[in-house]
């Protein structure tokens, strides 16, 4: 039987290593409670400044507007119709030409009206050379009718005297009655010739107006659109559309509004004329100055919203019908209204609030009340008061009471971060 002896060292060196763990953990604590040189633990215990940017409350003229999406409308738009059928001669435009009022667009065959006023002029003729026949008519029955009076009148004395007898005195005054029907007849014939020779007159008129619709005319100032009857087809009066112009300058833009700012439209509509800007969509450049001049007479139970109207001169024709445009609606300009940045304004469980920095470099929470936005910043109604300095970035890291520091330019959130990182690089390595 063997014994194995007991070899006591790998308890002595556990023993051993507890000893220098229990050293090194005393001494690094005690390390821990003296301190730092640097004293960058105590600066984490208490709490720093947070890094913020600030700007103050200004004040400026704000404009009152409503912004909304719109579309352009012509001014007026013309639908060319032939009025007198015939065969289309002659187009004198190119698709797409801006026209001026009075300018010859289509040429119609006008043989057949030329034609047809030569025969009413003929007619016209033929009446005024019978009407001049009854007028001679009418001065020698006059004549006639004057001397077979006279006769009358002598015999008639000479039966009062006893000369001749009653019946030869009657057959003159029976000659005398004949000749004034004649004179009555030829009167009546002459007022028929008259109106003969006025039907005339009148169907001379109605041809040459007629002929006159053989040359079409812009009748508005625009631009032309698709021609849509080539030369060479037959056109009917009245129902053959040929070409349709829209007039662009001046010209319509049409937007809606909520019903809710119906009051505020009609409050200053009476104190001025309200100026409204258009501008494309898809175009920077400045935008086109016009006046309200529309507002509908009812609202739109669908949709809760009016439907206005804007004029505007459109000189250089950047607006066009049928074009989608951002709008804006100038009611009012609020002269030193308070602004500020809108990055500046949070919200909150009970509504909108600032941080405003006070004396001791400590923010505070104030509730505000906002009224509108002018590009990037928004009008203040109630909360603040001209130059009060607000924070504008960095609100995450703030609370009440705490202090702040504004920012340097350069001095951005990863720069913020480095002295961090370096603490704890150097506590690793501890």
């Known amino acids: 039987m063997h014994f194995h002896p007991i070899r006591p060292r790998p308890r002595a060196g556990l023993a051993l290593s507890l000893l220098l763990t229990s050293t090194f953990l005393i001494h690094h604590s005690c390390s821990r409670e003296g301190g730092t040189p640097s004293g960058k633990g105590e600066g984490k215990k208490k709490g720093g400044d947070v890094p913020v940017s600030l700007t103050r409350v200004a004040t400026r003229s704000v404009p009152v507007e409503i912004s909304v999406i ?10 060319v119709k032939a009025q007198v059928g015939g065969e289309l001669t002659k187009v004198h435009f190119t698709e797409g030409d801006y026209v001026k009022k009075g300018d010859l667009l289509f040429n119609i065959d006008p043989r057949p009206l030329d034609a047809a006023l030569r025969q009413s002029e003929a007619n016209m003729a033929k009446d005024t050379a019978v009407l001049g026949q009854m007028e001679a008519n009418l001065k020698r029955d006059e004549a006639q009718e004057r001397f077979v009076q006279g006769q009358a009148d002598r015999f008639y004395k000479l039966f009062e005297q006893g000369i001749i007898s009653k019946d030869q005195a009657e057959q003159y005054r029976t000659s005398a009655s004949v000749a004034g029907s004649a004179v009555a007849a030829d009167k009546a014939a002459i007022e028929s010739a008259r109106a003969s020779v006025g039907a005339a007159r009148a169907a001379i008129e109605n041809v040459r107006v007629q002929l006159g619709y053989t040359t079409i005319r812009s009748p508005i100032d625009g631009r032309t659109g698709n021609i849509l009857v080539k030369a060479g087809n037959l056109v009917n009066a009245g129902q053959t559309d040929l070409t349709v112009i829209n007039q662009v300058s001046p010209i319509y833009v049409t937007f809606a ?138 609100h995450l890291r703030l609370a009440p009471g705490l202090r702040v520091a504004e920012r340097t330019k350069g001095s951005g959130k990863k720069g913020r971060k480095a002295p961090e990182a370096a603490e704890a690089k150097e506590a690793k390595k501890e």
């Open 70 to 79: 719109g579309s352009v409308e012509a001014y007026s738009a013309i639908t």
């Open 257 to 394: 509004v909520p019903e809710a700012r119906l009051t505020e439209v009609k409050k200053y509509m009476g104190q001025a004329k309200l100026a409204v800007f258009a501008k494309p969509q898809e175009e920077e450049s400045d935008e086109e100055q016009g006046v309200l001049t529309f507002v509908d007479n009812n609202v739109d139970t669908s949709t809760g919203t009016i439907r206005l109207k804007g004029t505007f001169v459109n000189a250089n024709r950047r607006l066009w019908p049928g074009q989608f445009v951002r709008v804006r609606l100038r009611l009012t300009t609020l002269n030193a209204a308070l602004v500020v940045p809108n990055q500046a304004v949070q919200t909150g469980q009970d509504g909108n609030y600032v941080y405003v920095v006070k004396e001791d470099r400590r923010v505070e929470a104030r509730p505000v009340t906002t009224s509108g936005r002018v590009d990037q910043d928004l009008v203040i109604d109630k909360g603040l008061e001209a130059g009060e300095t607000v924070v504008t970035d960095g």
